[in-house]
Nanobody, 111 residues
Framework: QVQLVESGGGLVQAGGSLRLSCAAS????????MAWYRQAPGKQRELVAH???????NYADSVKGRFTISRDNAKNTVYLQMNSLTPEDTAVYYC?????WGQGTQVTVSS
């Protein structure tokens, strides 16, 4: 069982930036795929971005060009840099290291 601790969420104005972090309780070097998901009120959880151990990244169409996922195996941490935020990005963001989920961090973007 891996414990995941997310941080970096908060309230930001539209057009602003946030960087989310997800720190794992053990080495992530052997984990092939890591991802960020989000869930807005009344909506299903959706995949935002994932990254493989080889560095391949994929993004939801809604965040392409604005969000960047990265991982630092030495720090056992995965990041999500979010730029040009819009109110539609408001959600709880979850880190996923299969099969484990983080507790979520709230991101609120005001217009």
């Amino acid at each position: 069982q891996v414990q995941l601790v997310e941080s970096g969420g908060g309230l930001v104005q539209a057009g602003g930036s946030l960087r989310l972090s997800c720190a794992a309780s053990r080495s992530i070097g052997s984990i092939n795929v890591m991802a960020w998901y989000r869930q807005a009120p009344g909506k299903q959880r959706e995949l935002v971005a994932h990254i493989t151990s080889g560095g391949t990244r994929n993004y939801a169409d809604s965040v392409k060009g604005r969000f960047t996922i990265s991982r630092d195996n030495a720090k056992n941490t995965v990041y999500l840099q979010m730029n040009s935020l819009t109110p539609e990005d408001t959600a709880v963001y979850y880190c996923w290291l299969p099969p484990n989920w983080g507790q979520g961090t709230q991101v609120t973007v005001s217009s």
